[in-house]
């Protein structure tokens, strides 16, 4: 009887803990606020090609935009937060239609985009988008931190 008291007690305990630990990379939706540049996709480092922009995304979460560049084009579109925290969806995205020397970067970024399900902070300056998949990633560094 000892020995299952003891095992009810650890699994409470282990349920406790790791509730807390998982909220500790939640972002508040404010601090998505700002210009974001991408700097990770898919796990691999960003590096446009010559003479294309770099990549960002810019959030205005008190109106539920989001804007910014995805490697060639501007593109502008809608997000949502779900009652769950660090659970985001975009909505479909819009964007100038100008044509690069290489669309591979902006293909990308515009597919996990729409893929995105939720997000967490990685570091002081740096969040992460995760879509359905572990390879379906963007991690974002806040503007003018290096």
């Known amino acids: 009887m000892r020995k299952i008291a003891v095992s009810c007690y650890l699994f409470l305990f282990l349920v406790v803990f790791s509730s807390c630990c998982s909220t500790k990379s939640i972002l508040p939706l404010s601090s998505l606020n ?38 060639c084009n501007r593109m502008t579109g809608s997000f949502e ?23 591979r970067l902006e ?8 893929a995105v399900k939720k997000y967490k ?13 572990k390879h379906q990633t963007i991690v974002l560094r806040r503007r003018g931190i290096r």
């Open 121 to 133: 902070q990685l570091g002081e300056d740096m969040i992460i988008l995760q879509g359905t998949s």
């Open 34 to 71: 700002g210009d974001w540049d991408i700097i990770e996709l898919n796990d691999a480092v960003v590096v446009p090609p010559p003479n294309q922009p770099f990549p960002f995304i810019s959030f205005d979460t008190a109106l539920g935009r989001v804007s910014g560049n995805s490697g």
């Open 81 to 103: 937060v779900n009652d769950k925290p660090g659970k985001i969806s975009f909505g479909p995205m819009a964007g100038t239609r100008k044509a690069c020397p290489d669309m």
């Open 107 to 114: 293909q990308t970024i515009l597919n996990v985009m729409t």
